[in-house]
C-alpha cells in the first residue's frame, strides 16, 4: 500500500507532505518504549521436560535474516580489530583466536542479538519467570500487587575457535566470567541463604551459545556438553562425580576452572563418555543450564581447509549470559566489572542495582538503561591477566591430583 506521504508527494504538495511527515516522526517519538521487548518464543512441552532433565536444549533458527548477517559481520570485525595486547595474549595462550566480552555495548548488531531476539524470551521461561508475570495480579489477601521478577543481561562475549586453540577443559563458568553468588547450597560457603533444590534449578542463570558458523560433529569446533550435570543434589554415581567435578574446577579458583583433567582424571572420562556435540547451521543456539558442565570440542586433524584465511576457518560464536534480577552478585576482586567500579556494586547486592551495567532484557529493556553509556570495563588481556593465565597453563601441565580439603565450590 501506497503511504499518505507518498501520495502526497506525487500530488507536488510537499509543504503538506513535509508536515505530515514531522507529525508522524515526532508521534514516533513520544511513543512509550514499550517496542523495545524481545521477540515471542513458544517453549513446547517437550523442550521445557528436556531442560528439566538435561539442562540444555537446541533452540533451531534463533537468528535469522539481517540479524544474523549482522551478528556475523560484527564477530569477523571484532576478530580483525584485534589489539596488539589481544594478539600477543592469543600467541601466548591460544584458549580462543577470537574473544571479547560486552560487545552488545559496541555494536549495534549483537545489542539486537542479546535484547530483540527471543533468547531472553527463551531464558525467562525456562526460569519461571514468566509464569510469575501471569500470576502477578493482586493478592486476594492483601490486595497488594506482585511485582514479578525481570531478566537481566550479566555478560555477552564473542568467541572465535580456530584450529591449534585450546579452548577450556570440561567447566563450569567461574566467578571471572559469571560474577554472581551461587544459586545452590552444595558448598561450604557460609553465606549461602538459598534452599537446596532439586537438580536443574530455574533461576539458576541461563547461557544462550549461539553459533554463528556451520558447525559439523565429525569435524569438531562446535560445543560440548555433559547432559544433566547441572543436577546439584550430589544423590547417585554421576551426582557425586559432577559434585567432585565442580568442587575441583573451584580449589583454587580462575586458576583451576580449565583444569579437570590434571585434577580429576576420573570426572574427566566420565564427562567425556556422556558428551553431546550437536550439528548447527548459523544461527542455531544452545541453551544450556548456568551448572551444566561444557567445553569446545576439538578440532579434528582433517578437518577444516588450512588453506583459507583466518575468518574462514574461524568458528564464530557468541555468548549470553542471562539472570533474574534479584540474583546476587559477587565481587571478583578483579577489577574487571564496572558495575562495581562505577556502581559501587559489592557481593550480595541485587543486579538489579547495576542498572545498565548490567541491563534488563525481560520483559522489556528501560529506557533509561537503554539510553545511557556504560564505561567500557577494565582490559581482559592486560598484564594481570596474562599472568593469572599463565598459572592456569603452568597449573593444567604439573598438576597431578587434586589438591586436598577442598571446600570451596562454583
Known sequence: MTSPVRLLMRRKNPSLATTL?????????SLPFAHAMPAPYELTRQQIADFRRDGVIVVRGMLEGETLEGAVRAANKIQRSRTWTQLLFHKLFPLYRNLSFQTYRK????????????????????????????????SKKT????????LRLLKDAVMGFSKGDMGCDWHVDDKTFW???DSHNDSNNSNHKRPASVSGQRDAGINVWISLSPLNAEEGGGFAVAPGSHNLTGKGKAGRIFRKARKAIASMGSQTTCALGKLEPTCQEYMEKIKHVYDLQPGDAIVHDRYIFHRPDPFKAS???DSKNEEEITKQRVTLRYMPSDATYFNN????????????LKTGDPLWKAGEYFPQAWPNRLEAEAKASPRRDDEMFGPMAMFRFAKTILLKSTTKQRPKNVTIDK
Do not use: Q, W
Open 143 to 150: 490486595k497488594t500487587p506482585k511485582k514479578p521478577r525481570s
Open 333 to 344: 576482586g578483579n577489577s574487571i566489572d564496572g558495575a562495581a567500579k562505577y556502581k559501587n
Open 107 to 138: 555494536h549495534e548488531a549483537l545489542e539486537r542479538v542479546a535484547f530483540d531476539s527471543n533468547a531472553p524470551t527463551i531464558c525467562a521461561k525456562l526460569m519461571g519467570l514468566d509464569e510469575e508475570c501471569k500470576s502477578s495480579s493482586l
Open 303 to 305: 578437518a577444516g581447509d
Open 179 to 181: 560474577p554472581c553468588e
Open 21 to 29: 511527515l514531522g507529525i508522524l516522526l515526532v508521534t514516533a517519538i
